[in-house]
């Protein structure tokens, strides 16, 4: 009788073992690079929320030089780039509210968008009183 022992491994479960493998650092970098995405789309968007809520209370906010931001006092509209997002703020003045003298109450609405009106990242509307200059 002649026995041969088997040692080490065949061909096949080298390959099978080597594609097992494979799959699951795959499957490992493609979960990294999905919570990657899902941290950026967080930080944009608090980023823009709190670039939309300090734009809405301050129509003209302290920027940088070079910076492109317009602001039309008589309709109420202002647009451009802040942070790195295009915002979009639009101010209507209300009469339904009895204020005292001296004091307007407006709706404002501030849409932040990634590029200039391209994917929107939040919006923001709030109302504002405001007390009017003698």
């Not at 608090?46 to 317009?70: N, R």
């Not at 790195?84 to 849409?111: C, I, K, W």
Request: proline share 4%.
């Amino acid at each position: 009788m002649s026995s041969r022992l088997r040692e080490g491994f065949s061909f096949v479960e080298i390959l099978a073992c080597l594609l097992v493998l494979t799959l699951g650092v795959t499957a490992a970098v493609g979960m990294v690079m999905y919570g990657v995405l899902i941290a950026a789309r967080a930080q944009g968007r608090a980023t823009g929320m709190a670039t939309a809520m300090s734009v809405a209370y301050d129509p003209t906010p302290l920027l940088p030089s070079g910076a492109t931001w317009t602001s039309s006092t008589g309709s109420g509209e202002a647009s451009g780039y802040i942070n790195n997002v295009y915002v979009v703020r639009h101010e209507t003045p209300s009469a339904d509210m009895t204020l005292p003298d001296g004091f307007v109450s407006s709706v404002v609405d501030v849409d932040v968008y990634d590029t200039f009106r391209g994917h929107a990242i939040t919006s923001f509307t709030t109302r504002v009183l405001r007390q009017d200059k003698p």
